[in-house]
C-alpha cells in the first residue's frame, strides 16, 4: 500500500533587530539540515517549501504564515521561532523523542482519521513569572474549571502548568493552550475557524497591558473550537520533546526535586559535618587577616566580667557535641593529631581535643572579642 503523501510548509520566524533584519541562530539551520535529510527519504512526505518572515507585528506574521501554507496548498505546516532549540534533550535524556518525527506520526495517524492536529513542543520562559513572579514558567497551559456544576467552557480558564507537574508529563497529550515556537499543525485544523487566526487579548480598553499573547488566544481559540467541530481534542503537547528557549538565556525544562536528592543532599552534610549555622567565609590571600588588635576575653570593652556568660544561641558546644569530639580524637590513637578550630570563643572544645589526646596538636583561630549574643 502506497502510503499519502503530505505537502510540508516550513516558516521560520527569523526576529533579529525588532524584525529589521531576518536572523537566525546557527543551531536552528543545523537542526533543520537533518530534518530535512530525514524528511527527503520519509516516504509519508512529498514537497517542502520554506519561508522566512521577520516584520512586525508578530501577529501579523503568524497569520501570514497561515496565509502561505493555504495558498500553497499544504497539508502540514512547521513553525520554528528563532529563539528556541528544538530537540534540546535528544542524546541527553533516554527519554527525549525528536519532535518532528514524533510528531508527524502522531498527526499523520489521526489525518488518516480525517481529524486535524496541532502539536507542540514544551518549553519555559524566563522569570519572572508573568502573574506570580520569580523563576521560569512553562509556556503550556490547562484547562481550570471553577465552579462543578457549569457544562462545557463556560466558567472555564487556561492555567499555565506548574513546573513540578510539567516536569513529569511524558507522551503525547492534550493541552489548553500552546506556544507556537516549535509547532506543527495540519492545516485542515484552519477549518475551525474564520481569520484571522492570531490576534493579541487584552486588560483595557486602551490595550496598553496584555490579557494573553497571540499564541495563546490562536491555540486556545482552535482547542475549543476543535472539540465542537470533530468531537474530540485538536491541540497537543509533546512532552518528551522539550525545546530550549533563549530569552535571554537559554531555558531548558523544570526539574523535580525528588525525596532521594534531599536526602543524598542531607547524607552529604552530615558526612561533612555541615551545620545549619555554618557560614563560608571568603578570604584575600593577598590581604591576611590582622590579629594585632586581639584582645583577650576578659579585657572586652564596656562589660564587667560578672557580665560575660555564654547563653543558649549556641555559642557553648552542647556536652553531646563535646563527647562526640573527644571520642573521635582519641580513636586516631597514638598519632601525631594536628587540629585547627576555626571559631575557638573560651576553648572548651580545645582543651576537650588536647585532654583526649596526649600528642593532640590545637591551632585555635578567633578574634576572642566575642559578639554581642555572647553576653547578656
Not at 502506497?2 to 505537502?7: H, I, M, N, R, S
Not at 497569520?63 to 512547521?78: F, M, P, T, V, Y
Not at 513553525?79 to 528556541?84: A, V
Amino acid at each position: 500500500m502506497t502510503p499519502a503523501k503530505l505537502d510540508l510548509c516550513v516558516v521560520f520566524f527569523s526576529y533579529g533587530g525588532n524584525g529589521g533584519t531576518a536572523q537566525c541562530l546557527p543551531h536552528l539551520r543545523r537542526w533543520w539540515a537533518a530534518q530535512f535529510h530525514a524528511l527527503a527519504g520519509d516516504p509519508r512526505i512529498g514537497r517542502i517549501s520554506e519561508a522566512d518572515l521577520s516584520d512586525t507585528p508578530i501577529t501579523m506574521t503568524r497569520n501570514r504564515a497561515l496565509r502561505l501554507a493555504k495558498e500553497s496548498k499544504a497539508d502540514l505546516l512547521l513553525m520554528i521561532d528563532s529563539d528556541n532549540v528544538p530537540d534540546l534533550y535528544v542524546g541527553k535524556d533516554p527519554g527525549a523523542k525528536p519532535f518532528l518525527a514524533s510528531s508527524i506520526d502522531f498527526a499523520y495517524q489521526r489525518l488518516l482519521r480525517g481529524v486535524p492536529t496541532m502539536i507542540a513542543a514544551p518549553y519555559c520562559g524566563p522569570p519572572p513569572h508573568p502573574t506570580e513572579g520569580g523563576y521560569e514558567n512553562v509556556y503550556v497551559f490547562a484547562w481550570e474549571n471553577a465552579e462543578s456544576d457549569v457544562p462545557g467552557f463556560a466558567g472555564s480558564k487556561v492555567i499555565f502548568y506548574d513546573r513540578d507537574r510539567a516536569a513529569l508529563m511524558t507522551g503525547i497529550a492534550p493541552a489548553a493552550a500552546l506556544p507556537t515556537g516549535v509547532m506543527l499543525l495540519t492545516t485542515n485544523i484552519l477549518d475551525a475557524l474564520p481569520p484571522p487566526y492570531f490576534r493579541y487579548e487584552w486588560t483595557d480598553k486602551w490595550e496598553s497591558e496584555k490579557a494573553s499573547t497571540e499564541d495563546v488566544y490562536f491555540s486556545r481559540n482552535i482547542a475549543m473550537a476543535g472539540i465542537k467541530r470533530w468531537g474530540e481534542n485538536v491541540v497537543f503537547c509533546n512532552w518528551d520533546s522539550w525545546a530550549g528557549h533563549y530569552k535571554p538565556k537559554c531555558v531548558g525544562k523544570p526539574t523535580v526535586l525528588r525525596v532521594e536528592q534531599v536526602a543524598d543532599v542531607f547524607a552529604e552534610a552530615v558526612r561533612n559535618n555541615y551545620n545549619v549555622g555554618d557560614k563560608i567565609l571568603w578570604l584575600d590571600p593577598e590581604r591576611p587577616p590582622d590579629f594585632s588588635a586581639t584582645a583577650p576575653a576578659e579585657k572586652l570593652p564596656d562589660q564587667p566580667a560578672e557580665s560575660r556568660c555564654f547563653d543558649d544561641l549556641g555559642c557553648a558546644t552542647s556536652v553531646k557535641d563535646l563527647e562526640v569530639l573527644q571520642e573521635l580524637v582519641r580513636s586516631l590513637g597514638d598519632h601525631e593529631v594536628h587540629c585547627l578550630e576555626v571559631g575557638s570563643w573560651c576553648g572548651a572544645s580545645a582543651m576537650i581535643m588536647c585532654n583526649a589526646n596526649p600528642k593532640a596538636k590545637v591551632t585555635c583561630v578567633d578574634h576572642f572579642q566575642g559578639t554581642p549574643t555572647d553576653r547578656s
